[in-house]
Every structure is written in structure tokens, then in C-alpha cells.
């Protein structure tokens, strides 16, 4: 049967994709024909974790001579499913204290997971998941996006979900640590690098955010193409924790930003429940020039209201649209007492605000959130 290939691939396109399958092994010329909606459906997005056996089969498909240009948009799924499976063994042994066979089989299970989040260590710190990375990034050249997916603790681990958050910091932030690293030295160009909405339920720790000078420096010309930015940090460490971050340096975030100065959007997120002398937004401040923003949005966000308008100020002639959700902006800070939050309604800043964009929403502190800003404000 000889059909032109336009309605070739239109049949393709409304085709169930098992229909497409078994529409592609009719005959070659089929195959031939419908390649490039099989590619577009198939293999125009793909959801990887960072593990040696998926970061292979990116490589595989990127280096594929047909199907391997269609990749465009990357999903890197960085849910600690290790601590899942650990918490969800903790709370099965705990239901099962007075069957000591099954109870011997969850001890068992449990320690195959806790040789399991060894290898995964012992994977990362070897830098293997950077060298793949970089490997399947220089294969691949150029993405639309890279977005990462972070699933939350189902409602049965939900009373301890605080307390695994904390002990999966370093499985959740070594994705977005390793991807950034292999950005820097591969030089992908990506034009978005964003969490999904209804996936979001995870974050990258600021502490566990470390990169050699060398990448600091790839980093500005290997994110020239990056438009778009949405990024979850949080600091749950304090100031007597070994690996604590000096306040002298300036936080990563501070110096990643300053390097991306070509956003047009920004959905940043960061919340210190540390006790850091300085909050971050101050070096945020300082450092970070976004002279194309058109819309910006700022979530859990302590800052001092001048350095809120600084930050602003590079972006006053482009900034279309401001969202401030769940901040709190304080004049200054005295002494060693703690400063309650000040009402962003109050006379004078919201036109300040205002002032340096053309759109403006605002998002007052819950009370939850409003409880640890007035013990995260410090002098």
C-alpha cells in the first residue's frame, strides 16, 4: 500500500500508542513512514532517575542515529524512594511486634535496603552519576527543559514525614547537585530547568550544595541558554553541624543565580529554618543582577526590605510580574532580639514594591509558616 507520508503520520498521530506499535510492524514502509510521530510520542520526553542502569539507558537513546534527536524535555525523578521503602519498613515492623516470623523477614528487608542506599552512596561519591550525566548531555547538545519530580510520603508515613524529610536531604538534592555539575562541564544548553507542579513535594538542601571553583566558572557559559528557573531549597542544619556553610562564603544559591543572567523566570522558594547570622537573601542581594526578568515569584522568603528592592532594581525596566508567596520582609534587625514579621500591607512598601513591577499578587504567611519565621528572624 502506497500512501503519501503526510497522511501517513496523521494516521500515526491519532493511533492509541500500543495501536502504533502494531501499526509500525505492518511492513518497513509503515515503519519508515511513521518514524517521526513514533519519535515525537515516544521519545520526545523521558523520565529517568540517577542510577547507573536508567543514566545508561539515556545514553543509549540519545546516542541512537533515529530515534535519538527527538529528545527535548528531561524528567529526572528525584523522590527518595530509599527512605520510602525504609520508613515503610520501619512502620510494617512496628505492626508486626508480635509475629516474630514476619518480623525476621522486615529485618531482612531492611537491611537490603540499607545496603542499598550504601551502593547509591558509594555510586555518588565516585562521581560515576556525574560522568554519565555529562556523557549523555554531551551526546544529546541541546535540551528544552530538565524538570525535576520530587512524590510525597503516602497519608500512612504522613507523622513521620517531617522527620524522613530530614534524613533524605542528601538522596533528594544529590539529583539536582549532579545534574548541575554535568550542565557545567558538558556545556548542554537548556532553555528551562524547572520542578513539576503536581510533582513537588521535595526540595534541594542548601547544605549539600557544593561545586569546585572550575564549575562555578562553566556555569555562566554553559546557562547562557537558560530562560526559565524554578527551584525549592531549604536549611534545616544549625550553626554547630560540621559541614555547616561559613556565613563569609556566599550561599550557593547567591552564586548560582548570579551566574543565570539571562532568566526571564524565576519561581524561587527558600525557606531557612537554620540559625544562620545572615539570612540568604541578603547575598541574593548583593550578588544577583536579572536585568531580563519578566516575572518573578518568591515563596518562603525572609528578607529585609531593602534588600527586596535591590534585587528588584536590575529587573525594574523588564519585571512584568511580582508574586510574593508566604514572605516576610522586616526593616532591620535589633540586637539579639527576635523581630516579629512586619505586615507586607503596610503604608509605603507595597507601592515600593510596586514601583519596580507592573503586576503584583501577594501571599500572607500562614500561621504555620508564620511560626518559624519569627524563630528563624535572628540578629
Not at 491519532?14 to 502504533?20: A, N, V
Not at 542502569?53 to 541512537?64: E, N, P, Y
Request: net charge positive; aromatic share 8%; with cysteine.
Amino acid at each position: 500500500m502506497d500512501l503519501p507520508t503526510e497522511l501517513v503520520e496523521n494516521i500515526a498521530y491519532s493511533l492509541p500508542l500500543s495501536d502504533l506499535r502494531n501499526f509500525r510492524l505492518t511492513c518497513s514502509s509503515m515503519r519508515d513512514q511513521a518514524l517521526h510521530p513514533f519519535k515525537d510520542r515516544f521519545f520526545r520526553r523521558r523520565t529517568i532517575t540517577v542510577t547507573a542502569d536508567s543514566l545508561k539507558g539515556l545514553i543509549d537513546v540519545a546516542g541512537h542515529p533515529q530515534i535519538g534527536s527527538a529528545l527535548r524535555d528531561l524528567v529526572i525523578d528525584a523522590t527518595p524512594q530509599l527512605e520510602k521503602k525504609y520508613t515503610d519498613c520501619q512502620r510494617r515492623i512496628r505492626d508486626a511486634q508480635l509475629d516474630d516470623g514476619l518480623r525476621q523477614l522486615l529485618d531482612i528487608e531492611l537491611r537490603l535496603i540499607n545496603e542499598d542506599r550504601v551502593k547509591l552512596s558509594d555510586f555518588a561519591k565516585s562521581g560515576q552519576d556525574r560522568k554519565l550525566l555529562a556523557l549523555a548531555f554531551m551526546v544529546i547538545g541541546r535540551l528544552h527543559s530538565i524538570a525535576f519530580a520530587y512524590d510525597g510520603f503516602n497519608e500512612s508515613e504522613a507523622e513521620d514525614a517531617m522527620y524522613h524529610l530530614r534524613r533524605a536531604q542528601t538522596e533528594m538534592s544529590r539529583p539536582f547537585v549532579s545534574t548541575i555539575a554535568a550542565i557545567a562541564f558538558s556545556g548542554l544548553a537548556v532553555e528551562e530547568i524547572t520542578v513539576q507542579n503536581h510533582r513537588r513535594s521535595g526540595f534541594v538542601s542548601i547544605g549539600k550544595l557544593k561545586f569546585s571553583s572550575t564549575q562555578y566558572s562553566q556555569l555562566r557559559p554553559a546557562l547562557a541558554h537558560l530562560r526559565v528557573l524554578k527551584l525549592d531549597l531549604r536549611d534545616w542544619l544549625y550553626a554547630p553541624a560540621r559541614w555547616m556553610v561559613s556565613v563569609e562564603i556566599p550561599p550557593f544559591v547567591a552564586r548560582f543565580l548570579s551566574r543565570v543572567t539571562e532568566l526571564r523566570e524565576l519561581d524561587l522558594s527558600c525557606h531557612i529554618y537554620s540559625s544562620r547570622k545572615e539570612d540568604v537573601f541578603t547575598e541574593i542581594a548583593n550578588m544577583v543582577r536579572l536585568p531580563h526578568l519578566v516575572k518573578c515569584t518568591l515563596g518562603l522568603i525572609l528578607a529585609k526590605e531593602e534588600n527586596l528592592l535591590r534585587f528588584l532594581q536590575a529587573s525594574k525596566t523588564s519585571l512584568k510580574h511580582l508574586t510574593l508567596r508566604n514572605c516576610v520582609i522586616h526593616v532591620a534587625l535589633l540586637g539579639n532580639d527576635k523581630i516579629p514579621a512586619v505586615d507586607l500591607e503596610r503604608p509605603g512598601l507595597k507601592e515600593k514594591i510596586l514601583s519596580h513591577a507592573r503586576g503584583y499578587e501577594l501571599s500572607m504567611p500562614l500561621p504555620y509558616f508564620q511560626y518559624f519565621w519569627d524563630d528563624a528572624v535572628r540578629a
